[in-house]
């Protein structure tokens, strides 16, 4: 978010005006640095984000090897492409099948797996998605617009400070010539939660 645009803030929504607020006051009184700030949501917008975790799916659609060490130890499979730090320490990945389909949520907080797929989306630490996707998933999912096939049964995992997960979405038909880099452009934040499928490609 840029600090020499004041002119612009009439154009933000709500909480964005709420934070660009509170973030003049704490500079004003010199208890931050906006470069600091910059810097911090530069990392978070370009190199802490879900284009990570993207890469780790879109490997594990292409390298039989590495999708069995990402199910055996994710954590370490996750690290060996540089991806590792706050809020990912520990990580599990889950594969969607034709049989089963996974979903990630976190019933306590937003504990969620920043190093792989970025700040967490403002509704998924909203009470209402926290409690219902645990009691009745299909119809969250549903409101995602993602309908299921009543046979495909519906996971739920729920996340902690110790274990965040990451959904490995199937791979869409139509892909077999496609390059990781190609691939990683196909998998949402959403289907790595479990909201919504890979992207079919065009």
Partial sequence: MPHDHPDHDNHLDPMDARVRAL?????????IDTAAVDAIIDT?????GPQNGAAV?????TDPAFADWLRRDATAAIASMGFTGRQGEHMQAV??????????VCTLCSCYPWTVMGLPPAWYK???YRSRVVIEPRAVLAEFGLTLPEDTAIRVW????ELRYLVV????????GMTPGELAGLVTRESMIGTGLARVPQ
């Fill in 126 to 128: 909203s009470p209402s």
């Fill in 57 to 61: 799916v879109a490997r594990a659609w």
């Fill in 95 to 104: 594969f969607n099948t034709p049989a089963q389909h996974n979903v990630i």
């Fill in 158 to 161: 729920d996340s902690t400070a």
């Fill in 169 to 176: 979405p199937m791979r869409p038909e139509g892909t077999s």
């Fill in 23 to 31: 973030e003049t006051i704490l500079a004003e009184k010199g208890l």
């Fill in 44 to 48: 978070y917008a370009h190199k802490v």
